[in-house]
Each structure stands twice: as structure tokens, then as C-alpha cells.
């Protein structure tokens, strides 16, 4: 077995009698787009602070490339970028001067440092603004700075802490566009956020922390299947007849049959789809309307940690 770019062995932290973090483990495999949620007070910031080499855990470990890591380790900063969800830049300093700024932390200088700088312009599209004061920014403008930022120094591992908090659907949209480039080009991505549909979308392999404990790791597609979609039908005649042979399909659950309507629970939507079209076919029947649904990542993050509000 390979040895991942990011594994955390059985981490717990402790804030006096607090148990923020209860036994975690994790692996990250090189060039993965991972997923990370978790309601409010799950441990998701504990984690990513321990990431970040901010903070030790109580007990447990975290191997970066195979590496130990702790507090300090100054070696990790030229490997890892960090995009917060409180923006790390000056509204005072122009783009072009936050830029330059960070990469001369991270040890960039001269030509290397202007190149660099001209390039994230790009990437975050600011070119045209490079020059303003980042007070003078909008929230989407100020959300793909501070990524640019998290980026000069060509990082091998990125974690992004709720990156499209509070932008516009351009923007947001922008910022997908900038994270799948990231990750084609073999950046390893940690990313989190309370927007689920963004994970869903982003992230082939998700973990879902709650209580301080991982409760999911799975890939997307594994922890969809945890719960049903549903298809509903409304045919022209001939329902129970319907019903009866369908009840004969394995794996299909008859959800609710009446007034010529039906409404099925499975799996495989697309699947029983197509089964449902031959059968009516079969039968002599009329397809009056059909809506498929598949179960979303929000449905099996509720399933999973339940409907209550945190704080």
C-alpha cells in the first residue's frame, strides 16, 4: 500500500474536560479532492488546525508524506497552503501588494516574485483590478484573493475552510473552476464546507465528523447509496396490476399506490427507470408523468447526524 500524502491515526484533542476531537483517523491519498463535513461544533476547525500545524493533538498523530507533524513544523509551510474561512488579506494593500506579500513569506523574491504574482492574478481573474484596494473589493472578489493568496507558492496539499462563504453564484462558480484546476494539476485538496451540494459536486471521496468523531468516510457515490431515491409514476390505468408486478422487482420498496399513482424507493434510480418503461410497455400501459429522484448529500448528512440545530 502506498503511503498517502495525509494520514491522521486515532486523533483526540482535549480543551480541559472538552473532547473535541474523540479517535479520528483519515487518509488522504495523493491528488484526492477530499471532502470534509461536519455540523457546527463537530471538530472540523480542531482538525484542521492540528492540519496546519497550529495545534498538537492530545493524543493520536498526523503523518504529512509520511512525515510526523507538530506545532511549529516549519518545514510543512513550502507544502501546504491554507485558504481560511476568515480572509487572510489587507483591505488596506492592494491585490498585486497581498500577493507579493504572502509569496515573500513563503520565500519568494525578484522576477520568481513578480512572475508568480502576475500568474494568480490571472487564475483569480483580478488582473484588471490588481491595483485597487482590497477594501474597495466585493465579497466574491475578496474569496478568490484569498485562495490566489493560499496558492503563491505552489502548495502540494491545500485546505480550503469554506471558500465560497457569503460570494455571488459567479463567483462561487469561479472558485469550482479554480479548485478543479487545482486538483488536475495533482494539488491534494482538503476541503470543507456547509454548502453541500459544493461537496457533492467537488469531492469523489467525503468524511463526516460529528461529535468530535469520524461517523462516514466513504466515496460519494457509497454514501448516497445509504439512503433510497424515490420514483413516482402516474400511469393511466391498471395500478394494482402495476404494483404486483413490481413488487416482483428485488431491491424496490412500494412507498406509497394510489389514484393511478405510484411512488417506489431504490437504490438505483436510473435502473428502475428503464424497468419501469419496459414494463408499462408490456402491460399495455400509459406513462403519464415520471419524477426520479436522487438522494442528495444533504439528505444522508441529516440521516447520519440528525436534524437538530447546533451552535
Aim: net charge neutral.
Amino acid at each position: 500500500m502506498s503511503i498517502p500524502v495525509l494520514e491522521v491515526i486515532d486523533v483526540s484533542k482535549r480543551f480541559g474536560r472538552f473532547e473535541a476531537l474523540r479517535g479520528v483517523s483519515l487518509r488522504v491519498e495523493a491528488g484526492e479532492l477530499f471532502g470534509l463535513l461536519g455540523p457546527n461544533g463537530a471538530g472540523k476547525t480542531t482538525l484542521l488546525n492540528i492540519l496546519a500545524c497550529l495545534s498538537d493533538p492530545s493524543t493520536g498523530s498526523v503523518r504529512l508524506f509520511g512525515k510526523p507533524l507538530s506545532r511549529g513544523d516549519l518545514s510543512v509551510r513550502p507544502l501546504v497552503g491554507i485558504a481560511t474561512q476568515d480572509l487572510a488579506i489587507y483591505a488596506e494593500l492592494t491585490a498585486r501588494e497581498n500577493l507579493a506579500f504572502f509569496g515573500r513569506l513563503y520565500g519568494l523574491g525578484g522576477p520568481e516574485l513578480l512572475k508568480r504574482v502576475d500568474e494568480v492574478l490571472e487564475l483569480t481573474t483580478l488582473r484588471e483590478r490588481a491595483d485597487d484596494r482590497v477594501g474597495t473589493f466585493s465579497g466574491g472578489m475578496k474569496r478568490r484573493l484569498n485562495l490566489g493568496v493560499a496558492v503563491m507558492h505552489r502548495p502540494k496539499v491545500l485546505y480550503l475552510d469554506e471558500p465560497t462563504a457569503g460570494v455571488d453564484p459567479q463567483s462561487r462558480h469561479h472558485i469550482f473552476g479554480q479548485v478543479r484546476a487545482l486538483s488536475a494539476a495533482g494539488v491534494t485538496i482538503v476541503y470543507t464546507s456547509h454548502y453541500m451540494e459544493e461537496v457533492q459536486a467537488l469531492c469523489p471521496r467525503i468524511a463526516i465528523l460529528d461529535h468530535g468523531k469520524v461517523i462516514a468516510c466513504d466515496t460519494r457515490t457509497n454514501l448516497l447509496r445509504r439512503l433510497d431515491g424515490t420514483l413516482t409514476i402516474r400511469v393511466n390505468r391498471d395500478l394494482p396490476a402495476v404494483v404486483e408486478r413490481v413488487g416482483r422487482i428485488p431491491g424496490v420498496k412500494v412507498l406509497s399506490a394510489a389514484d393511478e399513482t405510484l411512488t417506489l424507493g431504490t437504490q438505483d434510480v436510473n435502473w428502475l427507470t428503464l424497468q419501469l418503461v419496459a414494463l408499462l410497455r408490456e402491460l399495455g400501459i400509459e406513462l403519464l408523468g415520471l419524477d426520479a429522484k436522487e438522494p442528495t448529500l444533504e439528505q444522508v448528512f441529516l440521516h447520519l447526524t440528525d436534524t437538530a440545530v447546533r451552535d
